[in-house]
């Protein structure tokens, strides 16, 4: 059975610190990846979804990476900012009918 | 405006009573997932549907209903069966089209049965 976890748990940086989040996935055999955010007592937002057949995804100050092989993907934050406080959670869409596997998150705190 | 709308926002039940939560979706996706989260836990897959008239059982089903006759809803309900309902529930929609199976929430339920 697919596990995905999240390390680590939580994490606090100063402001215009980069951030890296890690996720790892037991099961290689995905179709593709995802980070989320989310807010306190809000839903999710997608911010990059990575294919299988893809090494990384770009958007704004948020770049994800993944490899496959060793079942590992990483979120980097470049240049945080308070407003990046969240809590980010990696999916992995392992069967054909899309359903996701969630890690447990990384709450980020970014201080001013 | 297209998106994933859930209501209530919150809901609050007593213990023995059934409760239906809201999901409805104007993206024309044809696949729709319910999810449960727990405090500092990630989320747990309770039902999906690929297509109108059929669901499928995800990892927490028990204690849990859902119907799908239309495309754009998909109402999840908590039965009295279900020994510890109190969660945030989230609901999900995605398609077949790139990008492939990107799923987009809807805002959540909190439930609370008291």
């Known amino acids: 059975k697919q596990e995905v976890t999240q390390i680590p748990a939580a994490l606090s940086v100063p402001e215009g610190e980069n951030l890296v989040l890690n996720c790892s996935f037991t099961d290689s055999a995905i179709y593709n990846l995802q980070w989320f955010r989310q807010d306190p007592g809000k839903g999710l937002t997608s911010l990059l979804l990575i294919q299988s057949s893809q090494r990384e995804q770009t958007s704004g100050r948020l770049n994800a990476s993944l490899d496959k092989s060793s079942g590992r993907s990483t979120l980097y934050i470049a240049a945080s900012q308070p407003g990046d406080s969240a809590t980010y959670l990696c999916?992995?869409?392992?069967?054909?009918?899309?359903?996701?596997?969630f890690g447990a998150g990384t709450q980020v705190v970014v201080t001013p | 405006d297209g998106g994933i709308t859930q209501s209530p926002k919150y809901l609050f039940r007593k213990e023995g009573q059934n409760v239906t939560l809201s999901c409805e979706q104007n993206l024309n996706h044809d696949a729709m997932y319910w999810y449960r989260q727990d405090p500092g836990q990630g989320l747990r897959l309770i039902y999906y549907s690929q297509i109108v008239n059929d669901f499928q059982k995800g990892d927490i089903a028990e204690g849990y209903s859902v119907s799908r006759e239309k495309k754009e809803s998909f109402p999840l309900t908590v039965t009295s069966a279900q020994k510890n309902p109190t969660a945030f529930y989230l609901c999900a929609s995605s398609t077949e089209q790139d990008p492939w199976y990107e799923q987009y929430f809807g805002p959540g339920t909190r439930l609370t049965v008291t």
């Open positions: 999916a992995v869409t392992a069967d054909s009918w899309g359903k996701l596997q």
